[in-house]
């Protein structure tokens, strides 16, 4: 194969200078979130406490683009442009006429993509004169990439880390330290929300939500920060697809499906958003895949309604597919991807249609992760391992096809910190943990009494 | 500092098509590597049990450069070229007037500069029709290096890993696992040697070299894979130091100082021979500090002399600085640069008065690299800290002198496998020890009696 390309580069000039915002785009009439006592319509007002208004502009923006302040710009010039990859190596292992590429976030200092929204909400807290950001973390990615962020523009960082993951990953802790920032285990004594769940003691998604907006809103100088399902977290993370958009081209290709796994969707979004507005505006016939854990099947099996962001109850109701505020995912690695809910504007485009969800377990899941770092070196982290099995069934069906499908994948973390996880699966000891039924229909019996969603 | 570039950035085709072998170039003789039985200079036969012949005429090769193979070439492709990056933002923190780049080797999928010669080395051993590579590895860096070029190139890999690291890293041994590597504690029962040295149960990197080797030695498929000191292996690395000529010039700058850290100096070889070339040919003035642990002082404190590579004694004899290949060094974290050695061709450039060795102990090393993770965001490896703190002392030298000094770090990988030293350092709780004076004069009376070097 000498002489092909294996990477597409852009230069630092070529960092896209708008984010893509898909509201404007979007087929129909987004519901809005709801004030979580009134049941009516929050304003930017209720979101007041606990973010800038800047970013709450951005929040509710229908504006199709919005122009990236230069400091962040040049914050993301320490890790973007980040390369695209041609997958050659993988192509030859699953005999497919298919062309893979995929789009590579983990060579940011975090590790993953979710630095790209985290130095956009330091910068603008700083700018609104915020000392601190609180916020939770589960697997560690999103608390290590705010530390990060933090550090860069001056602002102390507060980390409540689910009590599981705290546990078992004191690395993504040590990171977070290294980078300056105070690390809790949750649920915490510091919070009334963590004393109220002392006997979930290895806490939760939700409950370390609930902690971090606590301290929020009791602290004038202190805001909160969330790493996904906001509506301006997804659009801060569209220069990955644009970037994505320029690198096709650079290659001479357009993709029939695109690929990236959902948790709160912030990863999905930034992706797929730049390709969905040219779906949505041009008709073009791009097939997304949005890959999600079947033991926290969100998009295949949760309902559309409106739900608390967290367990306690503190959020906005956001307008989303969910399997219930108190519904608690069985433990599987991928801890990026085990959230009751979703991102609004993901979730419309599913009703919509233009997003088609799949659900996969752990082990096959796994085993695809396996198969990609002995083709392509890299190490998936366990959540974009679940597109990385939509890919293989892809590339498989294109064969079968003898069709050359284009497919792009959105390679968004590595997995050098959940070795433990391929050690276990290697060894065939790694779990394969299905959702219990009961606790999905007691989850969904808890839904909060709001309007319905058509 | 907007639109100042903070990466200089090639593209596949700039990757180097040939090596720098500086062996041609080297001031005076150099001495050759004994057999270790007749203290006669080895030749290539003395060394075909481990190596293919192709990898042995590169050893002892007279030409100034060495074409790349192609397939060598299109497997640097998936993380080469490297970026060099202006460190703006520790310039800032340091005050410095310097101008401090740094070429970073860390976006590997192994997270270090080794793949450059483990591709190299386990390309040559596939087309010679070698079936597996055995090696040792202390950190695991080299490991899993190699276990990564066997996987592209479709041969075994079996590693020897020091047993205090395999106790205390299993992300590593999982890592290499995962690129199918077979992985054993040293010392182990599965070889003579690794029998000889049960009393040693934490293991060293010589014990772990002695198994390698005599497994090698004893399976005609199988051969031998070392990581560094040789001078083929410092050959495959003068990629980094190309590509950082390349993009200094992009830069438009020269460096008056190039500092990297030296183990077995094949780091420091890489980034520093195609700029010593020049300074050997053109007479530039360039200073070169090779930085190295006060626990494992051997530029600074070994003997120059002929020794063993290994403890138990199989290897040829070497020209270097030694500290005595009996010697033990305290476990510092930069499992990297822990060995009794260094590369003869290092050691004559000290010799010769062109590299300037600096010791520097455990805890001012994590100092200077929490002090370049908080400003430039990567987390680095506890080997490169050591070049950090040497750039700390220029940049202040600089800032003192009130001269704009241009400074080059190799920085030669990530720190996110050693998360857990810089956990004891933010602590408080990191050891910082010296060697003893006793142990290092035992190991230099156990010299082999062999010719004296001038």
């Known amino acids: 194969m000498t002489d092909q390309r294996v990477k597409f580069v852009l ?97 940011s200092p975090p590790g993953s993509h979710k630095p790209n929204t985290a130095v956009a909400q330091a910068f603008e ?124 081209a650079m290659a001479g290709e357009e993709p029939d499906v695109v690929i990236a796994c959902v948790g709160g969707g912030s990863n999905f979004g930034g992706l797929t958003f730049p390709f969905l507005r040219r779906v949505i505006r041009d008709g073009a016939r791009t097939k997304f895949i949005a890959a999600e854990p079947a033991a ?33 995912p069985p433990p599987v690695h991928a801890g990026g991807l085990r959230y009751h809910g979703d991102s609004p504007l993901v979730c419309a485009l599913v009703r919509a249609g233009l997003v088609e969800p799949r659900a996969y377990r752990q082990n096959e899941t796994f085993e695809a992760a396996v198969r990609f770092a002995r083709s392509e070196a890299i190490i998936p982290a366990p959540e974009p391992a679940h597109a990385i099995r939509a890919v293989i069934e892809e590339a498989t069906a294109a064969r079968e096809a003898g069709e050359p499908r284009v497919i792009l994948l959105g390679l968004c973390g590595h997995g050098n910190f959940d070795l433990s996880a391929y050690d276990a699966y290697l060894a065939g000891k790694l779990e394969d943990p299905v959702f219990s039924e009961q606790d999905l229909d007691a989850a969904l019996a808890g839904l909060p009494d709001a309007p319905a969603l058509a």
Not at 57 to 78: C, T
């Open 11 to 107: 230069e630092e000039q070529d960092i896209p200078t708008h984010w893509v915002n898909l509201m404007a785009d979007l087929p129909g009439d987004a519901p809005p979130p709801l004030h979580p006592g009134t049941k009516e319509p929050a304003g930017p007002d209720d979101l007041a406490p606990l973010f800038p208004m800047s970013l709450i502009m951005q929040e509710v923006s229908p504006e199709p683009e919005i122009e990236i302040p230069e400091p962040v710009r040049e914050a993301y010039k320490l890790w973007r442009p980040t390369p695209l990859h041609r997958a050659w190596r993988l192509e030859r292992e699953l005999d497919t006429p298919a062309h893979i590429y995929y789009k590579y976030e983990g060579g």
């Open 125 to 248: 807290n700083a700018s609104a004169g915020i000392k601190k950001l609180s916020t939770e973390t589960g697997a560690g990615q999103w608390g290590s990439a705010l530390a990060f962020a933090c550090r860069l523009f001056g602002l102390e960082c507060e980390v409540w880390m689910v009590g599981s993951s705290y546990d078992q990953k004191p690395y993504r802790r040590s990171m977070m330290e290294t980078w300056g920032a105070t690390v809790h285990r949750s649920p915490s004594e510091v919070t009334e929300a963590g004393r109220s769940q002392r006997e979930h003691s290895t806490g939760s998604l939700g409950i370390a939500i609930s902690e971090a907006v606590e301290v929020a809103a009791q602290n004038p100088d202190t805001n909160y920060s969330l790493g996904s399902v906001l509506n301006h977290v997804l659009l801060h993370q569209t220069v990955i697809g644009q970037e994505a958009l320029a690198q096709m």
């Open 296 to 328: 926290c099947p969100t998009l295949t099996r949760g309902v559309y309604a409106y739900d608390f962001g967290d367990t306690v109850g503190l959020t906005p109701l956001m307008p989303m597919f969910t399997l219930g505020h108190g519904f608690v």
